[in-house]
Nanobody, 122 residues
Framework: VQLQACGGGLVQAGGSLRLSCAAS????????IGWFRQAPGKEREFVAG????????LYAVSVKGRFTISRDNAKNTVTLQMNGLKSEDTAVYFC????????????????WGQGTEVTVSS
């Protein structure tokens, strides 16, 4: 499966962005999807994940209550709605897919999109 992430940009602190991850090649419903981010000089970290059906979600403590992950398997897309953005949310955001269980470890995800950059100005 090929993944394409988009929706990043420059936003002021407190603002919102909506990231999308579109899949091609295979149906997205066969994969758990995770969003990860990587800030300059830092390791890639888990942000949010969603199960194949969309019935289960998982969030990093740092984004819980501000970010919402959802999926539309009919449209082969996963969305990350980001509200109340903070300067520490600045990073390149990646979506990733795997046919296994939902986990927070990025090394367990097989397929990756190219990343979309989010910059939050304070």
């Amino acid at each position: 499966v090929q993944l394409q992430a988009c929706g990043g940009g420059l936003v002021q602190a407190g603002g919102s962005l909506r990231l999308s991850c579109a899949a091609s090649g295979r149906t997205l419903s066969s994969y758990v999807i995770g969003w990860f981010r990587q800030a300059p000089g830092k390791e890639r970290e888990f942000v949010a994940g969603i199960s194949m059906s969309g019935g289960s979600t998982l969030y990093a403590v740092s984004v819980k209550g501000r970010f919402t992950i959802s999926r539309d398997n009919a449209k082969n897309t996963v969305t990350l709605q980001m509200n109340g953005l903070k300067s520490e949310d600045t990073a390149v955001y990646f979506c990733a897919a795997d046919s296994g269980i939902m986990v927070t470890n990025p090394t367990k995800y097989t397929y990756w999109g190219q990343g979309t950059e989010v910059t939050v100005s304070s």
